[in-house]
């Protein structure tokens, strides 16, 4: 009969189980912007050094400039040095530039010079440690050009993420950013900086403004943001926000295996009605398709059991449609379950005039809520909506929200989308149904398949 009938018993459904390490990045991948060749390009590996008695390149064109050079015993070694080094010979390249070490009362000048040379020969050869000194004793000089300044800071930050020195990428990344803009990428390593140096609440800060501004914008956040702000929620074991950030990444980037730990989690929460089980998979069947025997007919029983023949019959089609059901040891089980189906629909038929009767007459719009869905789901779709409609008017209902979500599902299911998320944005309240009205939203919006 097409009346609701109260559930007596749950139907044990299977758990869904997924190996959330799969989903979020539990080990974080290195990305890598070129750091070393970044700062050879700032600092120009192939500019002459001025030595004194010689016009320096450098100041040519100002006359009344006061020409800096360096003395042949710092200039012949470093120039020796830059020979050496279009010759890919790093090694031998430092040591020349370490002979100016026992030169006394160098000139600031001279100092930059030698840090500058020696900091690029040091990132070709591979020594970040000594390269990073160099570059940040260049830095400390006062004597680079904006721009160029800008370039090699950057550069710095990137070559202490490359060489996995976090805090002191951090303190680079962040000035980088300070002084030169908001460039897309040093953010990122920035960020990636945090979490890797186990700053997980600053990881997780940064994270969120950039999603929130980019939703803010009409932007789709960026995949890499979403899956790291999940994997934060992992490191840091917090369930409700690695099912939000889950959740947000399913809505922009769907996927199977999403699908199946957000309603896994879902359904596992504490408090979790036994009567939204039906709702938890119909939702289940819309997003990812029922996987196995053993839902298709434990679905298909629960509809039956709430008074709706009709949609378990077309769960029971789809599974023998997809090879699922029809075969094997239960096979001789399903084809009871189908015929009890096809009974019912026939009976509901028959009795269609005294039951839309009875819903009419009722002070309350339970019955015809339920009589409505059941239409629908039997491919009524007109009649079964107005008498879903005629029933939330009505009122005097018991779960009132719930009744709300199955006029989304009704909507869904006839493929009035905008009437769908209405009716889904109208569920209130931060229960279960809430949750499924929230997911629904998700799944009409942004479908799998």
Avoid at 8 to 37: D, H, Y
């Amino acid at each position: 009969m097409f009346l609701h009938q109260k559930i007596g018993r749950v139907i044990p459904l299977p758990i869904f189980v997924f190996s959330i390490e799969r989903i979020a990045m539990s080990k974080l991948p290195k990305l890598r912007f070129a750091p070393i060749f970044m700062l050879l390009a700032a600092v120009g590996l192939t500019t002459a050094l001025p030595m004194a008695g010689l016009a320096p390149l450098a100041h040519a064109a100002d006359d009344s400039a006061k020409a800096e050079t360096v003395r042949p015993e710092i200039g012949t070694p470093l120039q020796a040095a830059q020979a050496l080094i279009k010759e890919e010979k790093y090694k031998e390249a430092l040591a020349k530039i370490a002979e100016t070490d026992a030169v006394a009362n160098k000139t600031p000048y001279e100092i930059y010079s030698i840090d500058r040379l020696r900091g690029a020969t040091a990132a070709r050869a591979g020594d970040t440690k000594l390269a990073g000194s160099s570059f940040e004793a260049v830095v400390a000089s006062g004597r680079l050009a904006p721009d160029e300044q800008a370039k090699i800071v950057r550069a710095l930050g990137s070559l202490y993420y490359d060489a996995e020195d976090y805090p002191k990428a951090i303190t680079w990344l962040s000035r980088s950013l300070k002084e030169g803009g908001n460039d897309a990428q040093t953010r990122t390593l920035l960020i990636q900086s945090y979490y890797l140096s186990n700053d997980i609440a600053r990881a997780t800060s940064e994270l969120q403004k950039d999603i929130a501004a980019d939703e803010s914008a009409g932007k789709t956040p960026r995949e890499q943001d979403l899956k790291l702000l999940v994997s934060c929620a992992l490191k840091t074991n917090d369930k409700p926000a690695y099912l939000s950030s889950l959740e947000k990444l399913n809505t922009y980037y769907p996927k199977k295996e999403y699908w199946i730990d957000i309603l896994s989690r879902v359904q596992s929460k504490p408090g979790f009605p036994d009567n939204l089980t039906l709702d938890l998979y119909r939702l289940k069947a819309a997003a990812v398709q029922l996987q196995t025997s053993v839902e298709f007919t434990d679905v298909a029983q629960l509809a039956l059991l709430g008074g709706f023949p009709a949609e378990a019959k077309t769960i029971l089609d789809k599974g023998y449609q997809s090879g699922i059901l029809g075969s094997g040891p239960e096979a001789a089980k399903q084809k009871r379950l189908r015929d009890q189906a096809n009974k019912g629909m026939a009976d509901d038929q028959k009795s269609m005039a005294q039951s839309e009767a009875s819903v009419n007459a009722s002070k309350e719009g339970t019955g015809q809520l339920n009589l409505g869905y059941a239409l629908v789901t039997a491919g009524q779709f007109d009649k079964g909506l107005a008498l879903m409609e005629n029933g939330l008017k009505k009122g005097g209902l018991k779960r009132p929200e719930e009744a709300k979500l199955h006029m989304g599902i009704a909507y869904q299911l006839a493929g009035q989308k905008d009437k769908a998320i209405q009716a889904f944005k109208s569920v209130q309240g931060t229960d279960s149904v809430a949750d499924l009205a929230r997911l629904w939203i998700v799944q009409v919006n942004h479908p799998l398949n």
